[in-house]
Nanobody
Framework: QVQLVESGGGLVQAGDSLRLSCAAS????????MGWFRQAPGKEREFVAA????????YSTDPVKGRFTISRDNAKNTVFLQMNSLKPEDTAIYYC????????????????????WGQGTQVTVSS
């Protein structure tokens, strides 16, 4: 497993942008596919975006396509989520997650595919 710490959340207005960061510790980070999930009050945790360990393959859920971009810097053991054109419905706690990958093109999307989780960072978007 890797240890994950998110940062970058906050309170913004609709239309604004935020960039979340997730710092990982552990020598195997470059072999981990990484993802972002979110959980709004009263709702289940849901998938947002994920990226392969190589960074060459990505996937995001439809509600955020065209607005959110996931990226990673393996040299800095960090994964990012750039969020543009934020909407009130994006309000949630955002969690970084890691899953050990066996292939360079592996992009997990289900909660059960990830074995490492951060503590979460709050994102609040006001209308």
């Amino acid at each position: 497993q890797v240890q994950l710490v998110e940062s970058g959340g906050g309170l913004v207005q609709a239309g604004d942008s935020l960039r979340l960061s997730c710092a990982a510790s552990g020598r195997t980070f470059s072999r981990y596919a990484m993802g972002w999930f979110r959980q709004a009050p009263g709702k289940e945790r849901e998938f947002v975006a994920a990226i392969s360990w190589s960074g060459g393959h990505k996937y995001s859920t439809d509600p955020v396509k065209g607005r959110f971009t996931i990226s990673r810097d393996n040299a800095k053991n960090t994964v990012f989520l750039q969020m543009n054109s934020l909407k009130p419905e994006d309000t949630a706690i955002y969690y970084c997650a890691g899953g050990l990958a066996r292939r360079s093109d592996y992009v997990p999307t289900h909660i059960g595919d990830f074995d490492s989780w951060g503590q979460g960072t709050q994102v609040t978007v006001s209308s």
